[in-house]
């Protein structure tokens, strides 16, 4: 499984970094992890054929996590001239609030005469589903976003990648990590408890918890960004746009 990092930054772009977004590479296809606001300036950065991604995952349905979909879905259709199709997957209420998303942004775009064939599957949290071969499973975590915000578990039958979403800590993250190839996880602040996040200062307690084989941590606001080699001494990795790794 191999993984490129297109968007590690917060909602707000700290560090100029872009919105969440993962790219994950396995034999049976190219996945993105979220597809926040700001994908389509960041996959053209990284020169990342769009019309190569198979599918895209959503964790929780916050413009800086999903807010890319109307954006990749009409360059698809007018600029990268997709042909192939495309799957999104997402949590509860997806389909709703993505053809919501693209009425204000882009009118009467919901109508179009679409020249390739996309479908939104929305995944029931706790429940195991399939993913383009891929196993996928949700847990609910606490980060308000008007529906269901998820952690996520991913395997190709061989590697398993995890990813947190957005979330305050919960034990809810703990089989979602456990034994996990690379477990991603969010940590927007490095102290204090903050409502619908985490900090450093609550992660890293617990990440001998969470059992996984290797942690990254993502999703940074100021006060991390500027204290990271205290967080690479505490044993995790640190997320960066247009990191590559394989696991």
């Known amino acids: 499984m191999n993984l490129t990092i297109i968007g590690s930054g917060d909602a707000f772009g700290s560090g100029g970094r872009y919105n969440t977004c993962f790219m994950l590479k396995t034999a049976k296809a190219t996945l993105l992890i979220d597809c926040g606001a700001s994908v389509l300036p960041a996959l053209n950065a990284q020169n990342v054929d769009r019309n190569s991604i198979d599918a895209i995952v959503i964790s929780h349905l916050h413009g800086d996590h999903f807010g890319g979909l109307p ?30 998303a693209m009425e204000v942004f882009f009118p009467k775009s919901t109508g179009s005469k679409w020249k390739f064939a996309w479908q939104v599957k929305e995944i029931d949290v706790g429940v195991a589903d399939d993913v383009l071969g891929h196993s996928v499973i949700t847990a609910e975590v606490i980060h308000q976003s008007g529906a269901p915000s998820t952690a996520l578990r991913l395997s190709d039958g061989e590697k398993t990648f995890a990813y947190s979403g957005d979330t305050e800590w919960t034990d809810a993250l703990l089989p979602i990590a456990r034994d996990a190839d690379l477990f991603i996880c969010e940590c927007y602040a490095f102290a204090g408890k903050l409502t619908g996040h ?19 941590v993502t999703h940074m606001n100021p006060t991390m960004l500027s204290r990271l080699d205290e967080v690479r001494a505490g044993g995790v990795l640190i997320a960066e746009d247009g990191l590559k790794m394989e696991f």
């Open 198 to 216: 985490l900090t450093w200062e609550v992660l890293q307690p617990r990440l001998g918890d969470l059992g996984a084989k290797q942690t990254m």
């Open 71 to 100: 954006f990749f879905l009409l360059d698809a259709q007018f600029l990268a001239r997709r042909e192939r199709p495309l799957l999104i997957a997402g949590p509860p209420g997806t389909k709703a609030r993505l053809e919501a």
